[in-house]
């Protein structure tokens, strides 16, 4: 089995090139190396935090546990918990509220679901119970311990929860969530706040990752999510539930070989966030998930490299740091495989896993990051402004986030020392930069390290311990800070200080002071900022500033002291301690004047501005002059509390002898805009209108019937639009003036088809109102008809009389043959001549193509043999069009045939009728006297083969006499006596047959 399952050495060279980066690794330690053992591990922390690691003992065959006396697990205590037969597969454990353990596992010799409830820590007497019975394959379980203690397993095949009434589950209720022999060869379960079971597991005939969500303890109800459906997923799975419920899973992509990792974003996970942590390649057929303090998922995996750690920065995974834990090189095996992790009391992730390649159970925790030693600064004085740093050196590389800081004790004060450099390495350098009014006169005080919001953490990004540990002595670590003060200022004299002159000002001091470079003292002078520069007094403790006046300057009510500053150079005592800036007991410089003069102050309203705008000073009887620049549009006007007189735009001060202020405001021009309407037509409104300098108005013209209206004599800028004009910006008066001109229309003549002229032919001109006439020429044979003309008008004979016009129109000439209303010609059977006559249907409705033809064979006949049984047609049929006709109108036909029409003779039509579209034999209502047979077709309605009321009848017909079917022969022609006699004979023939 070992060498079977012997990883390939590329794998150990592989892994190398991950252990070459200096970081700190986890301590991986082997917990049971007897035999091949440590497949299908679950561990769990006791409340010791000690791990508590269940496994199948391969050699053996037999179901371990593991009970580590530390967290080092160095010599743990090993039991022996099931060896009947081939059992120990698939081991999950948890521990119960006593610390005992409890542990589901499959026993493949019976097929078995099986659980083993330890009597006491050590499991010293284990009660061994047979859950489900012909567990088909197995089918991973997971169990959790519900809030009554009492065992809650899923397992498979078919997904199945097996809900324990008692802590060792002699009673159990058993609920199949989902049936099939694939379905749950792998399942991880948790409950969720309320008790409830919530299972992740993978459905093996599609390949998908799937969880159920039950809807009470015993799950009797349950809500199933597809997960994840692409490619085959959901192998070597491990749920865990976020704080809001929402479950979080890491499981194998088989198709890619990849580590991945789905959010859900709800409990039911209607919504997940499915992301690859790490492929493709071999990763991920082992993973363990739980959720940090932070709230975000930390997961352990296989790889091909070893086993690894993946940390979560947010919910839903988007940038894991991923850590080789132990690789594969590192550990001589494959490690990795059945991976089950938990995290500790500090946060930190352990790990148990089997090792295929030696067959061992290993495990991995992770040791903190901690404090060797901490460096001081050099034994002496500091004064301000001096660092002190300290150096704290750690058992690995750390990095560091915000601004952790060390607590000093300086004198009586704490103080604190903050993060300054060293992040990724094992040093970080701490400083505190000493200032006043620090004094320590017997060495200061190195306190606690904190994080003040900040992080320091381990190349795994977990916190490093804060214990400081080996801090170097700091008795001789001293601090002194007192600096020299200012005791008081002189000023100058009080009087008014002219240009060249000098302010002189001399700063007292507490102690002797040592000046280096020209530090400056702040003055205002007027409004202006000016400095007075060192001038002497170096080594005793009363220091000179001067400043001497420009002819700039000027101050009518005292100039005032600023602040002292070093400009670049120093202040300082033979210590070194920097001066206190600070000024004390400044001299009152309320009687210290400047070049004295007045201020005339500008002022400008809206509209416009005022030049120069700002206060202007003036000495004393001098004269300034101001300019106004009024807003296009504006006009100015000047108001002035100082003497002077205004010219226009421009107001020239007299002598000033005091503080005064010129105002310009600025007034709005005005325009008048006159409107004015010609005959024909009105303008609204009719009266001046006033508008302002840039403003516009609208005017409206309404023009008499027939006119238009025209804005050409206008003298406002504007834009016209029909009759409405809309002014421009009004810069000057100006008028809006409309007049009204007579519309005209234009009359075109045209012919529509031949047949005829139309005069005039050219288009004519018509004016609103007017008419006029167009004279028509038919050809010979035709008559006129205007139904296309679009101008309103009458006609009369040749003539069309357009008007009254009030829009371009046409007028369209047709010409219509004179109606053709009678036909002749001889019957297709040679019976002789037959007369056919219409009336009605309008003066121009008439005979088109009409034709005697025979019941079959022509191109127009019915199909052959399709005539009604029981008659002839003597004189075949009558085929023919009338158009021109008033549409829907009725025609009368009258046809007069050879000889008269025997009784019984009836009018048959072959065609189609409002009933039925399909061509058919029917009768049509018809009176016949004789010879003649008259009946009347309405267009479009029977009879008209084209059924539409078009102006146009379409027919073929002709009379039917009772005989043989559908024959044609022509009748002899008999004498009224000779037709008497064969009637009789006739009625002779048939006697005899009623009686027979």
């Known amino acids: 089995m070992r060498t079977a399952l012997r990883i390939a050495s590329t794998l150990a060279a592989l892994a190398a090139l991950f252990t070459s980066a200096p970081q700190a690794a986890p301590v991986g330690t082997a917990i049971d190396t007897t035999g091949d053992v440590g497949q299908y591990t679950s561990m769990q922390l006791n409340a010791s935090g000690f791990p508590v690691i269940s496994y199948f003992d391969f050699t053996n065959q037999d179901l371990k546990l593991a009970i580590c006396e530390s967290v080092a697990c160095a010599s743990p205590t090993i039991q022996v918990i099931d060896s009947v037969g081939n059992v120990g597969f698939w081991t999950s454990l948890r521990l119960d509220a006593s610390g005992a ?81 694939t379905v749950a060869t792998v399942t991880s379960m948790q409950l969720n706040s309320s008790g409830f079971p919530v299972i992740a597991y993978h459905e093996g005939t599609a390949g998908d990752l799937k969880i159920a969500v039950c809807g009470d303890a015993t799950c009797s109800t349950s809500t199933i999510t597809t997960v994840d459906s692409t490619g085959v997923v959901g192998q070597s799975l491990s749920l865990a539930l976020n704080a809001s419920g929402f479950p979080v899973i890491t499981y194998f992509d088989t198709t890619n070989f990849d580590q991945k990792f789905a959010a859900c974003g709800d409990a039911t996970c209607t919504t997940a966030t499915i992301r690859t942590i790490e492929g493709p390649g071999n990763f991920g057929l082992s993973s363990s998930v739980r959720m940090a303090a932070s709230g975000f998922p930390i997961f352990a995996y296989w790889s091909n490299l070893g086993v690894k750690l993946g940390q979560c920065g947010d919910a839903t995974c988007s ?244 602040a002292l500053s070093l400009n670049g150079g120093t202040i300082r005592d033979a210590a070194t301690n920097n001066a206190t800036l600070t000024l004390n007991s400044v001299g009152s410089t309320a009687a210290v004047l400047v070049n004295q003069s007045f201020t005339v102050t500008p002022n400008a309203g809206a509209n416009g501005t005022i030049a120069p705008n700002t206060a202007q000073t003036v000495p004393v009887n001098g004269t300034i002059a101001f300019t106004a620049t009024p807003s296009v549009g504006y006009t100015t006007a000047w108001t002035a509390t100082c003497p002077g007189t205004p010219s226009g735009n421009t107001f020239t001060t007299g002598a000033i002898t005091g503080n005064c202020s010129v105002t310009a405001s600025f007034t709005l021009n005005s325009y008048t805009v006159t409107p004015s309407a010609g ?258 077709i309405t267009d479009g309605g029977l009879g008209d083969d084209d059924l539409t009321a078009n102006g146009a009848i379409v027919d073929q017909g002709g009379p039917g006499v009772p005989g043989a079917a559908g024959t044609a022969t022509a009748v002899p022609t008999l004498s009224e006596w000779m037709l008497i006699v064969l009637a009789t004979l006739m009625l002779g023939f048939a006697l005899p047959r009623r009686r027979a």
Not at 115 to 132: E, G, R, Y
Not at 888 to 894: C, H, V, Y
Request: net charge negative.
């Open 679 to 936: 005959a024909n037509g009105t303008i609204a409104p009719n009266t001046a209108q006033v508008v302002g300098h840039g403003g516009t108005t609208s005017f409206t013209a309404t023009p008499g019937v027939g006119y238009t209206t025209s804005w050409a004599g206008s003298t406002c800028p504007g834009t016209p639009a029909g009759n409405t004009f809309t002014t421009g910006a009004i810069t000057a008066n100006c008028s809006v003036a409309a007049s009204f001109t007579l519309n005209s229309y234009t009359v075109t003549p045209s012919l529509f088809g031949g047949n005829g002229t139309i005069s005039p032919t050219t288009p004519q001109t018509v004016a609103h109102g007017g008419t006029t006439t167009f004279t028509v020429t038919p050809s010979l044979g035709y008559i006129p008809s205007w139904p296309f003309t679009t101008c309103p008008g009458t006609p009369s004979g040749n003539s069309f009389t357009a008007g009254p016009i009030t829009a371009n129109c046409t007028v369209v000439a047709s010409f219509v043959s004179t109606a053709n209303t009678n036909f002749s010609g001889p019957s297709a059977t040679g019976t002789g001549t037959i007369t056919a006559a219409i009336t009605g249907g309008s003066v121009t409705c008439g005979f088109t193509t009409p034709q005697f033809i025979p019941l079959a064979g022509h191109a127009a006949s019915p199909p052959a043999g399709s005539a009604p049984n029981g008659y002839n047609f003597p004189h075949g049929l009558f085929d023919f069009r009338t158009t021109l006709c008033t549409p829907g109108s009725t025609l009368t036909f009258a046809i007069t045939y050879p000889a008269a029409l025997p009784a019984g003779t009836q009018y048959w039509k072959y065609g189609p009728t409002p009933g039925n579209a399909t061509p058919h034999w029917y009768t049509l209502p018809v009176t016949i006297a004789g010879a003649t047979a008259t009946f009347t």
């Open 101 to 181: 353990p409890v542990i589901a596992y499959y026993d493949n010799t019976n097929q078995d679901m099986k659980l083993a409830v330890c009597n006491d820590a050590l499991c010293t007497a284990p009660t061994i119970t047979t859950i489900d019975t012909v567990v088909a394959n197995g089918g991973e379980p997971s169990l959790q311990i519900n809030a009554l203690g009492f065992p809650v397993i899923s397992y498979g095949r078919g997904l199945k929860v097996a809900v324990c009434g008692d802590p060792t589950c002699t009673t159990r209720t058993i609920t199949t969530i989902e049936a099939g022999i």
């Open 319 to 562: 940038s894991p740091l991923l850590s080789l834990v132990e690789s594969t090189a590192t550990a001589a095996s494959d490690v990795g495989r059945g991976v089950s992790m938990q995290l500790d009391a500090t946060g930190r992730p352990i790990m148990s896993y089997y090792a295929q390649t030696t067959g061992d159970l290993r495990m991995a925790r992770f040791t903190p990051a901690v404090v060797n030693s901490v460096a001081v600064p050099a034994n002496a004085t500091y004064g301000a402004g001096q660092n002190l740093n300290f150096t704290v050196n750690w058992s690995e590389a750390v990095t560091v986030t915000g601004t952790p800081r060390i607590t000093l004790l300086i004198g009586a004060t704490p103080r604190q020392a903050t993060y300054f450099s060293g992040s990724g390495s094992s040093a970080l350098v701490f400083r505190y930069t000493v200032a006043a009014p620090d004094t320590d006169a017997d060495g200061i005080t190195v306190g606690a390290l904190s994080l003040n919001g900040g992080t320091i953490k381990d190349s795994f990004a977990f916190d490093a311990t804060l214990t400081l540990n080996s801090v170097a002595s700091t008795a001789a670590v001293l601090v002194e800070t007192t600096a020299p003060a200012v005791t008081s200022v002189t000023v100058p004299a009080n009087a008014n200080y002219v240009t060249g002159q000098n302010l002189d000002f001399t700063i007292n001091w507490d102690q002797a002071t040592l000046v280096t470079g020209t530090p400056q003292l702040a003055l205002t002078i007027g409004a202006a900022t000016r400095t007075a520069n060192y001038l002497s007094g170096s080594g005793g403790s009363a220091l000179v500033f001067r400043y001497t006046v420009v002819g700039a300057d000027n101050d009518q009510d005292g100039i005032a002291v600023g």
